[in-house]
């Protein structure tokens, strides 16, 4: 061990600074290639963008999805101080490499903090595991969000804490507290905690004080303030939705924890959430319950991810654990003083530093911690044919155009002043409200992909089919272009077209007769070319069959002349909004797709399999006895020339 102290004696302080720059430069890479590649599939990261983008243009903090001011949803004070960055380098990926970046960074004062308290072999090993905690690789690649630059900055305020020097600690707290209105819970543990220290008042009066006015006065006044209609949110705080079954009020919330200790920790500490526990804690070997007075700091951020009513607010993948960060990795580094100072255990200094290396790489590999699999995150953002034509669509509209669009595309979109979200017209509902959602008059284009993960998942409920239709029909809107289910449409395109439309006694190139298990009765399609390359345009008959009751899904087969199938098309019929069960009439639909052929494919001739599926569950339905089918499970629709 002489040999690795002699070394980190030497050499840890330049040591750390390479351990952050491997960090920050990889992520911020495998975030450029997310971005490029359109995979963030949530709203916050073109929140963010589109909040300082407004702030350095002239409508300062306006949130355009809420269509009001940021801070009526969350007190994000360190904007103001980001808003100048923006000015001079007004890109998206400022704000992913700056995550990136501050993330890195976090292991900074975490080692100063590590190397105050232990030594610099074991304050770098700290270093190292915290650069290694799964939480931290998926919070930097789930969209960007303001409250993680408190992890660096409550590493500061622990770190002086440590130091005795009272302005600097008091310093990085508010700093801290300037990322999001719940750090100041945190902050008001650490005046507890002050007390427990037996430090001079002013360490336990000022935070305490300071931190429980702040909470209340930005839930109870600032946020209600800046809401644009308090009464739509509990007390003018949206987010309170998700302790409704603790009360109505926050008073009320606090009253029944209180009350009801017992049926508060049942809900608190069900299966799924002890697992989260776990996991949270596993990463450190579990040695923060060794320092409990520092633990105890986390009691009340526990509390806020464990009470909640939403799923993710209870697992590791997410920005809500990083406030819990910075008190884990401080219980961490008390735990092994404690651990140390007996000499005993302090023989073994080497065998014990080990084994945490080996726990803590253990269990990244056990989370599947993004560190270690950067080449499978760089393989699945890779830029492909695809990522290029969503590029070419981001480009035909207008930088001054209103838009609306499914979350893949925001933050490309973000930098205008209008951008909406369409998970709000598939919902018929403002964001966290029950009130009826207005599509904004002023729109112009619109950009869906009818297959977008999260909305088809949390944000499609049984009228949403309805309510998507009525946007599109009654708002004067045509296919401007579309690749796969991927439509831009534009507002009173001229030369645009329908997506689907009701024909009687159609003209059908290709002719067909196939009955699905009675669901669907496809009747043929057209075939075209589209322009000088590979891409194809076709154009479905169909119709539901009796027992139509089910979105279902179309997989196109391509099968070259030795019945290798070289490419498989998904697509949603009807793009998942069509037919309205009010016009299951027995009339045709004439539904347009446009295929895209990745470079990869050769030219020459194929044949083309069609295989339906049913899209909740996946399970292909079998083609009825009579059709030109194989397998009874794919149908014929005919050969095609590719590229010729």
């Avoid at 720059?21 to 963030?40: D, E, G, T």
């Avoid at 590999?365 to 492909?384: E, G, M, N, T, W």
Wanted: charged share 15%; with cysteine.
């Amino acid at each position: 061990m002489g040999r690795i102290d002699n070394f980190c004696e030497k050499f840890a302080d330049k040591l750390i600074w390479i351990l952050i720059l491997v960090y920050a430069s990889v992520f911020s890479y495998i975030c450029f290639l997310k971005y490029a590649s359109f995979n963030y599939h949530d709203w916050d990261f073109a929140s963010d963008v589109s909040i300082l983008w407004n702030s350095v243009h002239g409508k300062m903090l306006y949130y355009p999805f809420l269509e009001e001011n940021i801070f009526g949803a969350h007190l994000y004070l360190i904007i103001l101080l980001f808003v100048p960055v923006y000015a001079v380098f007004q890109h998206p990926l400022t704000l992913l490499f700056m995550q990136s970046l501050f993330l890195g960074l976090g292991a900074y004062p975490l080692y100063l903090l590590a190397r105050l308290l232990l030594d610099k072999t074991t304050a770098i090993t700290v270093s190292i595991i915290y650069l290694l905690y799964p939480s931290l690789g998926y919070i930097n690649l789930f969209e960007t969000h303001f409250e993680i630059y408190a992890i660096f900055f409550l590493f500061f305020a622990l770190y002086y804490f440590e130091k005795e020097k009272f302005r600097y600690f008091l310093l990085f707290s508010i700093l801290a507290m300037m990322c999001k209105e719940n750090v100041s819970i945190a902050v008001f543990m650490l005046g507890i905690y002050a007390a427990i220290r037996r430090r001079p008042l002013k360490w336990i009066l000022i935070p305490t004080v300071f931190s429980l006015f702040w909470f209340l006065l930005s839930v109870r006044f600032i946020i209600p303030y800046f809401a644009k209609d308090a009464r739509m949110y509990q007390e003018g705080f949206m987010f309170g939705l998700y302790y409704g079954h603790l009360g109505s009020t926050l008073l009320e919330i606090v009253k029944n924890i209180i009350l009801h200790p017992v049926q508060v920790m049942e809900y608190a500490l069900s299966p799924a959430k002890v697992i989260y526990i776990a996991q949270v804690l596993l990463p450190t070997s579990f040695l923060v319950f060794l320092s409990p007075e520092t633990l105890f700091i986390t009691i009340p951020v526990f509390m806020q991810n464990l009470l909640s009513a939403a799923p993710t607010h209870s697992q590791i993948y997410f920005q809500y654990v990083a406030l819990l960060v910075p008190f884990i990795f401080y219980s961490f580094v008390h735990a092994l003083r404690r651990i140390f100072n007996e000499s005993f255990w302090f023989r073994y200094k080497a065998q014990l530093i080990i084994v945490l290396l080996i726990v803590a790489v253990c269990s990244a590999v056990y989370l599947k911690a993004p560190q270690l699999y950067p080449l499978r995150y760089i393989k699945q953002y890779k830029i492909d044919d695809l990522s290029r034509k969503k590029e070419e669509l981001i480009r035909v509209i207008p930088k001054n155009a209103a838009v609306i669009s499914t979350f893949q595309f925001m933050p490309k979109l973000a930098e205008r002043r209008d951008l909406y979200s369409m998970h709000l017209v598939s919902t018929g509902l403002r964001m966290y409200t029950q009130v009826k959602y207005e599509p904004p008059v002023n729109l112009e284009y619109a950009l869906i992909d009818f297959n977008e993960p999260l909305m088809i998942n949390c944000f499609f409920p049984p009228d949403a089919p309805g309510n998507i239709r009525h946007f599109l029909e009654n708002g004067g809107w045509k296919v401007f272009d579309a690749v796969n289910d991927i439509v831009l449409f534009k507002k009173g395109c001229l030369g645009g077209y329908n997506l689907c439309e009701y024909v009687q006694e159609p003209a059908i190139e290709h002719q067909s007769n196939v009955n699905i298990a009675h669901k669907f009765e496809f009747f043929g399609y057209d075939i075209t070319q589209i322009g000088s390359g590979k891409d194809l345009r076709l154009t479905y008959y169909w119709k539901p069959g009796l027992n139509y009751d089910e979105p279902l899904g179309l997989v196109l087969r391509f099968v070259d002349s030795h019945g290798v199938v070289r490419l498989d098309v998904g697509h949603s019929l009807g793009y998942r909004i069509y037919p309205s069960s009010a016009l299951l009439t027995g009339m045709l639909i004439k539904e347009r797709h446009n295929v895209l052929i990745p470079s990869y494919i050769s030219a020459g001739k194929y044949k083309i399999m069609g295989v339906i599926f049913a899209l909740n569950s996946g399970k292909i339905l079998p083609v009825d006895a009579g059709a030109s089918a194989e397998d009874g499970r794919a149908f014929v629709l005919g050969d095609v020339l590719i590229g010729q």
